[in-house]
T-cell receptor, first 116, second 113 residues
């Protein structure tokens, strides 16, 4: 099976702009989670989608949003970019059934966003 | 609330010597615990996971971890380090009832020739 793919891999934006990142999960996976990784804050959970519905949300401002499509592909959007939004954004997919404890998440390579 | 603490931000070992990366967890429930590795400019790769089965968990590339409830620890070990093991390692607990991963702050492993 193909792994989790993320596009684009690198992105440069300026303050005030908005950006959309895309994630394609492993075939058959219905849960997609997004994480932000920065040197100062480490890895932080943004949100998780399952069957086109946001199921969990982290502590990020409303400028960060996401959605999931019927084919389980997901996008996240950041509006009014700030310098502090520069980070590696990681997407992870899992089966999302909730039937088993500690369901494994499989991570994509990430999108590195630089805000100037 | 669940959390993990990685006790060392940096660990240096010589090639061929044992590796020990320490992780303590806090959880009100029987936790699900993971170790992931991240090589430079790459995503996260699962090394191993514990989900209340055997307390000694074997993973990929010769890594293993032991779940010790009495010590609330889940330390990662490898008998003999290889240059390719140089990377950042994350201990993770899965939040009970959600799909939220709670990450430790990471341990950067350096392997000296």
């Amino acid at each position: 099976k193909a792994g989790v793919t993320q596009t684009p891999r690198y992105l440069i934006k300026t303050r005030g702009q908005q950006v959309t990142l895309s994630c394609s999960p492993i075939s058959g996976h219905r849960s997609v989670s997004w994480y932000q990784q920065t040197p100062g804050q480490g890895l932080q959970f943004l949100f998780e989608y399952f069957s086109e519905t946001q199921r969990n949300k982290g502590n990020f401002p409303g400028r960060f949003s996401g959605r999931q499509f019927s084919n389980s592909r997901s996008e996240m959007n950041v509006s009014t970019l700030e310098l502090g939004d520069s980070a590696l954004y990681l997407c992870a997919s899992s089966a999302g059934t909730g039937l088993f404890p500690g369901e494994t998440q499989y991570f994509g390579p990430g999108t590195r966003l630089l805000v100037l | 609330a669940q959390s993990v603490t990685q006790l060392d931000s940096h660990v240096s070992v010589s090639e061929g010597t044992p590796v020990l990366l320490r992780c303590n967890y806090s959880s009100s429930y029987s936790p699900s615990l993971f170790w992931y590795v991240q090589h430079p400019n790459k995503g996260l790769q699962l090394l191993l996971k514990y989900t209340s089965a055997a307390t000694l968990v074997k993973g990929i590339n010769g890594f293993e971890a032991e779940f010790k409830k009495s010590e609330t620890s889940f330390h990662l070990t490898k008998p003999s380090a290889h240059m390719s093991d140089a990377a950042e390692y994350f201990c993770v607990v899965s939040d009970q009832g959600t799909y939220k991963y709670i990450f430790g702050t990471g341990t950067r492993l350096k392997v000296l020739a």
